[in-house]
């Protein structure tokens, strides 16, 4: 691994850090009601909210939404995640923290050669909290412009009742 390698990495391990240690407080638009009312589920997504640190956070409307227009969804989870609960479909699959919370090394050529600093990307982890910290050192680390993190994360999605593709 070249030195330029290891700064990186242990530039996104700090941000990461920062971000998981913070106290920020990140829009909850898009909470699930957990009442026995019949609930609607829009389809028009609130507009990206900026967060400190150069990333928006999005609801799952606007994930939807930009899905659809074919903006790259990352899915950052661990493997068994994806095989327990499938994925969004049309996503792009690399784990990002390991079982041990390192960061897999692996993330950032992998990251790089799926997207460019200057092309949208939308993040998705188990609830929004790997996806916080990702986005931030993403956007910090590596100079991406247009990061947005998934807010619930795929259990959000999933209360929703939004679709999910098995993964293979």
Not at 95 to 101: A, H, W
Request: glycine share 8%; proline share 5%; hydrophobic share 35%.
């Amino acid at each position: 691994m070249t030195k330029l390698n290891h700064i990186i990495i242990f530039g996104f391990l700090l941000s990461a850090m920062t971000a998981c240690n913070a106290n920020t407080k990140t829009d909850s638009s898009a909470a699930v009601n957990t009442s026995n009312k019949k609930e609607t589920v829009s389809t028009k997504g609130a507009e990206p909210i900026p967060q400190p640190g150069g990333y928006s956070n999005i609801d799952n409307a606007k994930l939807k939404e930009l899905t659809e227009q074919g903006v790259l969804l990352v899915d950052i989870r661990l493997k068994e995640e994806w095989q327990q609960t499938g994925i969004v479909e049309g996503s792009k699959t690399i784990t990002f923290f390991d079982r041990t919370g390192n960061i897999n090394p692996n993330f950032v050529p992998e990251f790089t050669a799926l997207a460019k600093p200057d092309q949208p990307v939308m993040l998705i982890c188990r609830t929004g909290n790997r996806t916080q910290a990702a986005s931030r050192a993403i956007a910090e680390q590596l100079g991406y412009k247009n990061v947005m993190n998934v807010t619930n994360g795929i259990t959000g999605w999933m209360a929703e009742k939004r679709p999910v593709s098995s993964y293979n």
